[in-house]
């Protein structure tokens, strides 16, 4: 197994939403870059919702989630893992982002958006006891991945129109699906 470290998060002050994944898999490692597995639908889908398109350049993709008031982070900072699949990380190694300085460092954050199971699961395990009540909703995402084969492009575009979503209730909601 190998020990490996997520990025810095992409995210402006005047950031409303975050996605949080997991850990970026081998390919976005190698490339330094949110998402770069070829087969992962997390830029077309951001392509559809905020023209954040994967033919873009990928400083021109990050400039169009930050405009839009998105961040994106994962949760894990380092953990140990073998090949890319979030089964394959070994959970003793598990070391989360510092949650606490992000959320007092971005005060506007009010939606949370998790890609897929594992980085909602490993939120709230190890994250989620650590911070003061905050006013943030929680919702989970079918994961982008090419490993979630039981969800379309469609079937997850749908789901993921609540990132683009106009948000006006300030009402704390935790609405995982």
Known sequence: ???IYSFPPVATPAAH?????SMPGSASLL???YYA???NLFWPILGELIGARPDLSYPLRLHRLTSAGIALWDVLQ???REGSLDTRI???SIVPNDFATFFDH????RRVFFNGTMAETVFRRHVLQTLPPLPLRYHRLPSTSPANA??????????WQLVAADDNNNEHQDSST
């Open 1 to 3: 197994m190998s020990l």
């Open 17 to 21: 939403t975050l996605i949080l994944g």
């Open 31 to 33: 490339a330094e870059q």
């Open 37 to 39: 597995h070829p087969r």
């Open 78 to 80: 380092r953990c140990e």
């Open 90 to 92: 070994d959970s003793q």
């Open 106 to 109: 971005h005060p506007t954050i």
């Open 150 to 159: 039981a969800f379309s492009f469609a079937r997850r575009l749908e789901a």
